[in-house]
């Protein structure tokens, strides 16, 4: 267990500005930004990325073929796995406790009492460090949505992104897919380029009606791009020629289609064909990455492989039972899932194409969440699918009931990033 610092502190008085944690707006991010004088006006050039799935990994190669170049890349994800501070690079490092704490505190005082929520101030705490420190590039990824979100605030960034739309937080931005990709093409702007990865009909339609309506030139995958895997190689093509790369070190058969938008974004940065190799080199933590050290590989048997992904919608589920079926086809090994969701996910849907392809599961209450449905409701959802699943009292608990599982086994702790959090601080290994 980590010891709490003085930025800790400083979050939680944040949390308690609002009465809600999610309240869409942008009123209340731009007033704190113009009393600070705008420091979204002084930013280096910005990429700004929205989409249901795929943001983080695509952000993630983009950052590593832009500072394969020598670029200072600051970078603004969301949310953190372990402690805060993963949310802010700058210039490619991690945001030190002492400058996080002095921008927190300098963005509680010029608020004051006026409710702002706790993403919408952090925000703004990392547009002021993107300003105040030398750097390239920024890259923005956004936290909710794209109209109303707190990153929407750069006028003429350099380039926006969108990556797959699906249904997620409808709750917030619709019940449709048109619907949501309203809000995620809200983020593109006049004369701003805007690359777009492989979306359903319905969420094309609805961007290519807003870019056109803005006058926002598109670079579409499947016209203007494309992407695919050919003898083990990933195979990148656009109007500028062809690229034979290395496949992404990214695992997943979904990583190819993020790998394709980040190389496009990067074309259109104006990057060279090193950048883009480089680019697939990338890691992102808790999208299905494997866990090769810690203690959470001490109650297992010897030979089982440790697996944690963050994914948690549908189309999550879909793209984990995809790289499912890819293992299985190189060598079948058992496959025992332990899963933790939030209340307002889907969990019968992410689970069903899962259900089929595991050798046991196991559900678990994510601790320290309020929000996390309780281990005894996933439990009944795998029921539901024709299943049976076994409820745990904690992580350590669900690991230990597999010390018997015969080797070779993969085991998946999956379904939230707060599980993947607390799965990564359990298990002892620093992230970088």
């Known amino acids: 267990m980590r010891t709490a610092s003085k930025s800790d502190a400083i979050l939680d ?6 009465p809600k944690i999610i309240d869409l707006t942008l009123d209340r991010v731009q007033q704190l930004l113009a009393d600070l004088d705008h420091p979204e ?3 280096p050039p910005v990429v700004h990325i929205a989409g249901t799935n795929g943001k983080g990994s695509t952000l993630a190669m983009i950052r590593a073929g832009l500072e394969c170049t020598g670029e200072a890349v600051h970078t603004y994800t969301s949310p953190h796995l372990v402690r805060f501070h993963e949310r802010i690079r700058l210039a490619g490092t991690l945001i030190d406790e002492v400058a996080l704490s002095t921008l927190l505190e300098e963005c509680e005082r010029v608020n004051g009492a006026r409710p702002i929520t706790f993403f919408e101030i952090t925000t703004v705490a990392a547009l002021l460090a993107f300003a105040r420190t030398p750097g390239d590039r920024v890259l923005l990824e956004v936290g909710l949505g794209g109209r109303l979100d707190a990153t929407n605030v750069v006028d003429h960034p350099r380039l926006t992104v969108i990556t797959p ?3 997620d937080h409808q709750q917030y931005l619709g019940e449709t897919l048109a619907e949501i990709a309203g809000e995620k093409a809200g983020i593109m702007k006049p004369g701003v380029p805007c690359v777009v990865a492989r979306q359903t009909d319905a969420a094309r339609e609805v961007i290519e009606a807003r870019a056109e309506q803005i006058g926002a030139p598109l670079m579409l995958h499947g016209q203007d791009w494309m992407v695919r895997t ?27 289609e993020n790998a394709g938008t980040a190389i496009a974004a990067l074309r259109a940065l104006g990057a060279s064909d090193t950048a883009c190799q480089a680019a697939l080199s990338a890691e992102w ?7 090769t050290s810690g203690q959470l590989l001490d109650p297992l048997p010897s ?5 944690l992904d963050g994914g948690h919608n549908p189309a999550a589920g879909e793209a984990i039972a995809a790289q499912l079926d890819e293992w299985h086809r190189a060598g079948r090994h058992p496959l025992h899932l332990i899963i933790g969701m939030l209340e307002t996910k889907d969990v019968a849907e992410y689970l069903r ?9 196991g559900t678990l209450t994510i601790p320290d969440t309020p929000a996390s449905l309780s281990a005894q409701d996933i439990e009944a959802a795998a029921a539901s699918l024709g299943s049976v699943a076994t409820a745990h009292p904690s992580l350590e608990a669900a690991l230990g009931a597999l010390s018997g599982a015969e080797p070779p086994c993969r085991v998946l702790i999956c379904g939230s990033l707060y599980l993947a ?12």
Do not use: C, F, K, M
């Not at 030979?303 to 697996?307: C, D, K, V, Y």
């Not at 089929?356 to 599961?361: E, H």
């Open 13 to 18: 008085r944040l949390l308690t500005l609002h």
């Open 41 to 43: 006006h002084q930013l």
């Open 165 to 167: 739309v699906d249904l």
């Open 230 to 256: 050919e003898h083990g190689r990933l195979v990148y093509e656009d109007g500028r020629g062809l690229l034979d790369l290395d496949p992404p070190r990214l695992p997943g058969v979904h990583q190819v």
């Open 285 to 291: 933590p808790a999208r299905l990455q494997r866990l």
């Open 303 to 307: 030979g089982a492989e440790l697996w």
């Open 353 to 361: 194409p899962l259900v089929p392809r595991a050798t046991t599961i």
């Open 421 to 432: 959090g607390h799965a990564l601080s359990e298990n002892g290994v620093p992230l970088t």
